[in-house]
């Protein structure tokens, strides 16, 4: 292959390498809206399964604070906030119980304004199928029994699984996924009632202890 070869070739080459960038710019810009859209709506759904649209007049999306790095977890946590008519009717906290049996497992817990447990769910997790990964509400409905607790009910030192003392049932052959779960849930309930104020006040971040 001759020079004059080789030129025309790292040509056609480049041509098409520039035109499949813009095609990929092209299809992302058309999608971003949409895929940012949809990403929300996913969001708000998963949001109004611990706090029923009824139950709040606010922008559930719009109405949040973003958590510093260090009490509740190693990264930045993002807390929406419900309210009704400007009262406080409850939170939903990110947050992440890092000693899964397979790595973090990400969860949102939603706090009523007096403390009790509005619900909780999985939203990322990679624990053992047929094992761990029952505390997922698709395969068990293990998840179900943090609704309505509080730091006062169970105490404490019953903030555990029932291998450990507390009142939490684990599963058979799995008791490393549900005891991070519900260690994380007790941090979250912990650190609520030490900031609750202050996570409602307004968009500041509440100052750490």
């Known amino acids: 292959m001759n020079v004059r070869q080789i030129g025309i070739t790292a040509t056609i080459l480049l041509l098409f390498a520039v ?11 058309g999608t971003r809206d ?4 949809n990403e929300r709506e996913t969001l708000l ?21 973003e958590l510093p790095a260090g009490e509740l977890a190693d990264r930045p946590l993002r ?15 990110n947050t992440i119980a890092p000693d899964g049996y397979s790595g973090s497992i990400h969860l949102l817990v939603g706090i009523n ?17 047929g094992l761990g990964d029952g505390i997922d509400e698709e395969r068990s409905d293990w998840i179900y029994g943090f609704n309505g607790r509080s730091l006062d009910d169970p105490t404490s030192a019953r903030w555990a699984v029932r291998k450990d003392g507390g009142v939490f049932d684990q599963f058979t052959g799995a ?24 996570l409602f006040a307004s968009a500041d971040v509440p100052e750490q202890p």
């Open 113 to 129: 304004h007096d403390g009790t447990v509005a619900g909780v769910r999985v939203v990322a997790h990679r624990e053992t199928p």
């Open 34 to 37: 949409r895929i940012a859209a």
């Open 79 to 93: 807390v929406y906030r419900a309210r009704l008519q400007g009262q406080p009717v409850a939170v939903v906290m």
């Open 45 to 65: 759904r998963k949001l109004n399964q611990l706090i029923p649209p009824g139950s709040y007049d606010n922008e559930l999306l719009d109405d949040s604070i």
């Open 175 to 198: 008791t490393i996924s549900p005891r991070a779960v519900v260690k994380a849930v007790h941090a979250a309930l912990l650190y609520y009632r030490a900031h609750r104020d202050a």
């Open 19 to 29: 035109i499949g960038t813009a095609m990929v710019a092209a299809t992302y810009e």
